[in-house]
């Protein structure tokens, strides 16, 4: 039976082959053999076009500027400008980006395998994201926005995916990441402005402000490590039931820790937190990001991690399996709240001003919506998941208020469609990125 | 010294006595049998064996210790593994990954392992690659190595459940109706199965089962609980011809 299904969708796909148009065929044919690297590259011509005759171009076009977001906001701010904006992506982004991977997919490939055969899996992960650093950094140089619109995207990556682990590696519904964020978030920046900023609460600083930069990640990690103290405080009452009790701690924490830091008149109160030095730069929290999801990956992967997914599935199953259950969730659950706690750090370090509000329900919301919307137990679904609400939040900026309909009323969609997301419950390894495709 | 010794179990759920006065003694290799009508207390003795729940009174003692109040993984890591009546295989995961996440406690690598990919996590997890895959090989599962269970017949994914029990490496089995909810071809496959474990890994065997035939075949002594209580004890033939045990399972004749 499955066979005949498979053989008439074999029919069907050289059916379309043969009848598709001859240049669509010819590129799709092409662009399968290129590897990701070659894509890189081509992503980085592309930039590189951009950050160097991008401005002539686009005025050429009939745009004021170069479009910041690929001209996706003219959608709501100046439908006339579209075509212009097409335009430019085709002839900026499109077409060199496609020219180079399709041209250089035969050197490409050759490196891809020799990179596969030769260097350890780390190594090559490293060159790659390196690659891709550069073409962002290339694109985001060409205005402040991008740079901002990056870091939060780095930083939501971060918090998608440890906030995943809990919801779906784990299958239990935490609401406590706002507040993880925040502890770490507050943590780290009253270390830094202690350690490296004149204040006028905290006084002088008492470190030489040189250092700072080279403490920071410790400064991070010490303010990790204090959010996933701060994280046992719901996991010790929580754990030992399942299902919704979770959810309403874990809600509760975050609220508790919000009134708290609204009512710390030292570090500020509702007005919030400001002064901290502006550490986190669009390459520190490139490395963090892909530290973040290296390390989560490597758990997911490992039988160590695995086995919280199988206290999800079957908690007496895993037990009678001689899985220790009590430590499983503990490991997972402090180690999403680290992450949490280290993004908060980070967005407190772009920012260089916090405050309680930010740390709401608002942004609970955002967080779980990309987790739901990536797809669970998925790191990739989760990547995806981050970088597509973020740019639709960027997206939808004009609708003001507004856009809290549209994206609710999108994941209302998507939940329907896809119940448990768009990626949801796949594994894919990096090595298979990263082949060659010859 | 016996292996598994329990002694005057007894439990309570409230004021139900659903296990009283139990009493079972396991020689290395040997395999017994525990049958009974539903509601007896069957699988509430296995629970209590293995920890999920904790005995109102009485000793289980294995290879000398006494495990009663430990938890569950920690007896399972000692050398008692289960099976379960409704299976609880972990549905989004594959054959494989059951059959790893049952050496979880031999795990060496630890958390940095786990974080960072170290080789020697890697070598570990290659190690248990090649057991796992030794184990789908000897109860015939291994063409679905990397299928996720949902979608396995019935029969596999009970093959897959033994296989899982047996990664832990125990010393002893409890089976709790193996062969539940399969059709007569099934059983009869799940029979050589059992026997095949039985003879290869010379394991000591715990099964219930409600299927006389599967008992009597695989079982050197049976026991029969009734109400919580032994009703009868011996080879299969005596049980297959006491009076009590007619009783228990099809009632007494009364004159009207």
């Given at each position: 039976m499955k066979a005949t299904d498979n053989q008439i969708k074999n029919l069907e796909r050289v059916e379309k082959k043969t009848t598709g148009i001859r240049p669509v065929r010819w590129l799709r044919e092409k662009t399968r053999r290129v590897p990701a690297l070659g894509w890189l590259l081509g992503a980085l011509t592309a930039t590189i076009i951009e950050s160097s005759v991008g401005l002539p171009l686009a005025r050429a076009f009939g745009l004021w500027s170069v479009p910041g977001l690929f001209g996706l906001r003219f959608i709501f701010t100046s439908p006339a400008s579209i075509p212009s904006a097409v335009i430019y992506v085709l002839v900026v982004y499109i077409i060199p980006a496609l020219i180079v991977a399709v041209s250089t997919a035969g050197i490409t490939n050759r490196a891809a395998a020799f990179m596969q055969d030769k260097l350890p899996v780390p190594i090559n992960v490293i060159i790659h994201a390196a690659l891709l650093y550069?073409?962002?950094?290339?694109?985001?140089?060409?205005?402040?926005?991008?740079?901002?619109?990056?870091?939060?995207?780095?930083?939501?990556?971060?918090?998608?995916?440890?906030?995943?682990?809990?919801?779906?590696?784990?299958?239990?519904?935490?609401?406590?990441?706002?507040?993880?964020?925040?502890?770490?978030?507050?943590?780290?920046?009253?270390?830094?402005?202690?350690?490296?900023?004149?204040?006028?609460?905290?006084?002088?600083?008492?470190?030489?402000?040189?250092?700072?930069?080279?403490?920071?990640?410790i400064i991070l990690i010490v303010g990790g490590f204090i959010t996933s103290i701060g994280a046992l405080a719901?996991?010790?009452?929580?754990?030992?039931?399942r299902g919704d009790y979770l959810a309403i701690i874990s809600l509760a924490f975050t609220f508790i820790v919000k009134s708290l830091l609204e009512n710390l008149e030292i570090i500020g109160g509702?007005?919030?937190?400001?002064?901290?030095?502006?550490?986190?730069?669009?390459?520190?929290?490139?490395?963090?990001?892909?530290?973040?999801?290296?390390?989560?990956?490597?758990?997911?992967?490992?039988?160590?991690?695995?086995?919280?997914?199988?206290?999800?599935?079957?908690?007496?199953?895993?037990?009678?399996?001689?899985?220790?259950?009590?430590?499983?969730?503990?490991?997972?659950?402090?180690?999403?709240?680290?992450?949490?706690g280290v993004a908060g750090g980070l967005f407190a370090h772009v920012m260089g001003y916090i405050n309680p509000a930010?740390?709401?329900?608002?942004?609970?919301?955002?967080?779980?919506?990309?987790?739901?919307?990536?797809?669970?137990?998925?790191?990739?679904?989760?990547?995806?998941?981050?970088?597509?609400?973020?740019?639709?939040?960027?997206?939808?900026?004009?609708?003001?208020?507004?856009?809290?309909?549209?994206?609710?009323?999108?994941?209302?969609?998507?939940?329907?469609?896809?119940?448990?997301?768009?990626?949801?419950?796949?594994?894919?390894?990096?090595?298979?990125?990263?082949?060659?495709?010859? | 010294m016996p292996l598994l010794e329990v002694k005057n179990l007894t439990i309570y759920f409230g004021g139900l006595r659903a296990v009283h006065n139990y009493n079972v003694t396991f020689e290395p290799g040997q395999v017994r049998g525990l049958i009974g009508p539903n509601g007896a207390g069957k699988t509430t003795t296995f629970n209590m064996i293995t920890g999920i729940h904790r005995p109102t009174s009485g000793e289980i003692i294995f290879e000398g210790q006494n495990i009663v109040g430990m938890m569950p993984h920690d007896i399972a890591s000692m050398g008692i593994a289960r099976t379960f009546q409704n299976m609880r295989l972990w549905r989004h995961m594959t054959v494989m990954e059951h059959i790893k996440l049952a050496m979880y406690s031999k795990i060496e690598y630890g958390l940095i392992g786990a974080f960072f990919g170290t080789?020697?996590?890697?070598?570990?997890?290659?190690?248990?690659?090649?057991?796992?895959?030794?184990?789908?090989?000897?109860?015939?599962?291994?063409?679905?190595?990397?299928?996720?269970?949902?979608?396995?017949?019935?029969?596999?994914?009970?093959?897959?459940?033994?296989?899982?029990?047996?990664?832990?490496?125990?010393?002893?089995?409890?089976?709790?109706?193996?062969?539940?909810?399969?059709?007569?071809?099934?059983?009869?496959?799940?029979?050589?199965?059992?026997?095949?474990?039985?003879?290869?890994?010379?394991?000591?065997?715990?099964?219930?089962?409600?299927?006389?035939?599967?008992?009597?075949?695989?079982?050197?002594?049976?026991?029969?609980?009734?109400?919580?209580?032994?009703?009868?004890?011996?080879?299969?033939?005596?049980?297959?011809?006491?009076?009590?045990?007619?009783?228990?399972?099809?009632?007494?004749?009364?004159?009207?």
């Open positions: 550069a073409t962002l950094h290339v694109w985001g140089s060409i205005t402040d926005y991008r740079v901002l619109l990056l870091s939060f995207i780095f930083i939501s990556i971060m918090l998608t995916l440890s906030l995943n682990l809990v919801n779906g590696y784990m299958g239990e519904f935490s609401c406590s990441h706002p507040g993880f964020m925040s502890i770490g978030a507050y943590a780290a920046s009253i270390m830094t402005v202690l350690f490296f900023v004149n204040d006028d609460v905290f006084g002088a600083h008492i470190l030489s402000p040189v250092l700072g930069p080279f403490i920071f990640p719901v996991a010790i009452p929580s754990f030992r039931t509702p007005r919030g937190f400001m002064n901290q030095p502006k550490y986190a730069s669009l390459p520190v929290i490139f490395v963090w990001m892909v530290l973040c999801i290296w390390t989560i990956y490597n758990f997911t992967r490992s039988t160590l991690g695995k086995a919280s997914c199988a206290v999800r599935d079957n908690e007496t199953g895993a037990d009678a399996m001689t899985i220790n259950t009590r430590r499983t969730k503990m490991i997972t659950f402090l180690f999403a709240a680290f992450w949490a930010t740390f709401g329900v608002l942004k609970l919301s955002e967080v779980l919506a990309m987790v739901y919307l990536g797809g669970l137990n998925s790191v990739l679904g989760s990547i995806a998941g981050a970088i597509g609400l973020q740019f639709l939040l960027e997206l939808l900026r004009p609708l003001a208020m507004l856009k809290w309909i549209v994206i609710p009323v999108l994941l209302i969609i998507v939940m329907i469609r896809r119940p448990t997301g768009l990626i949801a419950f796949t594994e894919i390894k990096v090595e298979d990125i990263l082949k060659p495709r010859n | 080789p020697k996590r890697h070598k570990q997890e290659t190690e248990f690659d090649e057991k796992a895959y030794h184990f789908l090989k000897l109860l015939n599962v291994d063409r679905y190595t990397n299928q996720v269970v949902t979608g396995l017949p019935y029969g596999v994914q009970r093959r897959v459940e033994m296989a899982r029990a047996l990664a832990i490496v125990p010393k002893i089995l409890l089976l709790d109706e193996p062969t539940a909810g399969m059709n007569p071809e099934e059983m009869l496959d799940m029979v050589e199965v059992i026997r095949q474990i039985k003879d290869e890994l010379k394991l000591t065997i715990f099964l219930i089962e409600h299927r006389m035939r599967v008992v009597m075949d695989l079982c050197e002594i049976i026991q029969t609980l009734d109400f919580g209580e032994i009703i009868a004890e011996g080879t299969p033939d005596e049980i297959r011809n006491n009076e009590r045990v007619i009783e228990a399972y099809l009632g007494k004749e009364v004159e009207v």
